[in-house]
């Protein structure tokens, strides 16, 4: 049995350590969250893979770190100033404040109330820089990552000596002031994105649209998201940003329905453009070739760090009969587990204690390992299942004479007796690290 609703997860969440209320014991802030110890691990585990699926081991990469406070100019060139915003409207009775554009009728869903005139909301986060707070010093929290890679694009390209086609990576944290934030981590007013801005001669540009969508949509599948749980939605024109030719959003089938993980546009020259002109700057490309210079095209691929590993949490959760009872077990791939391996000793005294911590030195040198030596092994078991963790170990009195250990497959929960000269050899092969 998957996931029935929000709540569920939400509750594992917090009884697991993976998510919790930000300033929870001040009485928390809304739509922003903290990430546990097993939250940040698995958080992390999708950073990671994105990365090395996508920058370390292609050749047409390259990486970007880039600044959360850039000079404003970039916002006003990009268009973000004028262009950044949503329709607001603010029930007269109860206060309360919705985008009007999400709304179904004329009046307050939660009272009845009457509305307020609408009117336009800027997205960004407005702060000052240095000790004076006037219209001279104000700066923003960027809401995207994508413009520290354009503004970067000639520094990167020259000193990178990467010609097109090639891609600037960046992962990082982006903010927006969401009027109608919610749906757990979905939406969040701080949250962190990977990006890929895909450099190509504009007469390649539809080839590698369809090239990007297809790859960041096999991507997810390639992670263990079920496939009747994607799908890839073409936008309608009426729909397109101002800048996009075209674009394309991997949906998920969260508990409230399909929504975005992932969107992959084709920007065309549009940003490239504009901060050309604002900065008085060439960012124009030449090609070696044919000797012509030109404003590349951008594919862009856009995904939610912690949209996806929202997903990956609620595409692995199951629950299933065990005995008079359930199970809740987390199926997560090997590469995305926050713990790969845990070492139970039958009893939480020497020798075996000795022995299986012995080899928890061993294999945390290699491996995410979690020691434990509390409980019966079925209530470890469940621990572990519940936070993914794909093998446990047992050491039994067995051990002390034969060297070997009993290891627990979470999925299929069958075990075997392995040696610990071949333990190494085993996980490697079968964690696919």
């Known amino acids: 049995m998957a996931v029935k609703d929000m709540q569920t997860i939400v509750s594992l969440a917090k009884r697991r350590g993976f998510i919790f209320q930000s300033s929870e014991i001040y009485g928390g802030i809304n739509s922003c969250w903290d990430y546990g110890p097993y939250g940040v691990a698995l958080k992390k585990n999708v950073k990671d893979a994105w990365w090395q699926d996508n920058v370390l081991r292609r050749q047409d990469m390259t990486g970007l770190d880039s600044s959360i406070l850039m000079s404003p100019q970039i916002w006003q060139a990009s268009g973000h100033l004028s262009n950044f915003s949503d329709p607001m409207v603010d029930c007269k009775k ?60 000639k520094n990167v390209q020259q000193t990178s000596r990467k010609k097109l086609p090639f891609g600037i990576a960046q992962i990082g944290k982006s903010f927006r002031n969401e009027i109608t934030p919610g749906n757990f981590t979905f939406r969040t007013r701080e949250f962190e994105q990977m990006e890929i801005e895909f450099f190509v001669n504009p007469e390649q540009a539809d080839e590698f649209y369809e090239y990007w969508k ?88 856009s995904a939610g760090a912690d949209r996806a590993t929202l997903a990956f949490l609620i595409d692995a959760y199951n629950e299933e009969p065990d005995g008079d009872e359930n199970r809740v077990v987390l199926k997560f791939h090997p590469r995305l587990a926050p713990v790969k391996v845990a070492i139970f000793p039958l009893m939480k005294k020497p020798p075996l204690k000795e022995f299986a911590q012995k080899l928890n030195s061993d294999l945390i040198k290699r491996f995410v ?35 070997a250990v009993t290891i627990r497959n979470r999925d299929t929960m069958q075990q075997e007796r392995i040696n610990t000269s071949s333990l190494i050899e085993y996980l490697d092969k079968n964690l696919n690290i």
């Not at 709304?103 to 336009?120: M, N």
């Not at 434990?372 to 039994?396: L, M």
């Open 94 to 153: 109860c206060k309360l404040r919705y985008r009007e554009d999400t709304l179904e009728s004329k009046t307050c869903p939660a009272c009845g109330g009457e509305f307020t005139e609408s009117r336009q909301f800027n997205l960004m986060f407005k702060t000052f820089m240095g000790p004076v707070e006037d219209d001279a010093n104000i700066i923003y929290l960027r809401p995207e990552t994508a413009q520290g890679i354009f503004v970067n694009f």
């Open 214 to 301: 297809n790859e960041r949509f096999d991507w997810y599948k390639r992670f263990g998201i079920k496939p009747e749980n994607l799908q890839l939605r073409e936008h309608d024109n009426d729909e397109l940003a101002h800048y996009a030719r075209g674009c394309a959003d991997v949906e998920y089938k969260f508990p409230f329905g399909f929504s975005e993980l992932e969107g992959i546009a084709n920007r065309t020259d549009f940003d490239l453009n504009k901060h050309m002109e604002s900065s008085g700057r060439d960012l124009t490309y030449l090609d070696p070739q044919t000797n012509k210079k030109f404003i590349p095209y951008v594919i862009e691929p």
């Open 369 to 403: 390992c979690e020691y434990d030596e509390v409980g019966s092994i079925g209530k470890r078991y469940r621990r572990q299942d519940e936070i993914g963790t794909p093998y446990c170990i047992t050491v039994d009195f067995d051990s002390l004479e034969d060297n």
